[in-house]
């Protein structure tokens, strides 16, 4: 088989330096391509089908005054392991303070279910001032991830 003037062997090589660069392939122990690694490969056909489900905020909380509702709403992304927006998941999202630099509480809806693979948390307040909080997300089904820090401010 010949593709752009190379034989088959040339061809297998460069189908192969695609599918790596798309990162398809990993160096270590059993990866999808028998080159080792720990991705899940490159999905064919299908929707949003490339292996885990990835969470990340699409919208990061912003600093707050003590009390009051966090503004603009955080917003979480539910996308597979290529980046492509998963409008399919449907498992709830649940969000938790995950650094608590001076024991705040977090209140408001805390478990949302995506929809079209966008999560809203649109009610979130923060009790204590604080200076380094990070929200964390999670769901069954993906993997979780932490927003960047941000402040509580003293009313």
Do not use: E
Not at 24 to 31: H, L, Q, V
Not at 132 to 143: K, N
Request: with cysteine; charged share 10%.
């Amino acid at each position: 088989m010949r593709l752009f003037g190379m034989d088959a062997r040339h061809t297998r090589w460069l189908l192969l330096s695609f599918a790596c660069a798309l990162s398809a392939c990993d160096i270590g122990p059993g990866g999808p391509l028998g080159l080792g690694g720990n991705n899940g490969g490159i999905a064919i056909g299908g929707t949003g089908g490339g292996g885990a489900r990835v969470l990340s905020f699409s919208v990061q909380p912003s600093t707050a005054t003590a009390g009051n509702i966090i503004t603009p709403p955080v917003q979480v992304l539910v996308s597979d392991s290529l980046g492509i927006v998963d409008s399919t998941f449907t498992a709830a999202i649940t969000i938790t303070i995950g650094v608590n630099p001076v024991g705040g509480n977090l209140s408001g809806t805390t478990s949302v279910t995506p929809v079209n693979g966008t999560a809203q948390f649109g009610d979130l307040r923060i009790d204590t001032p604080g200076t380094g909080y990070v929200l964390r997300v999670g769901a069954t089904g993906a993997t979780a991830a932490s927003s960047n820090s941000f402040n509580i401010l003293a009313p």
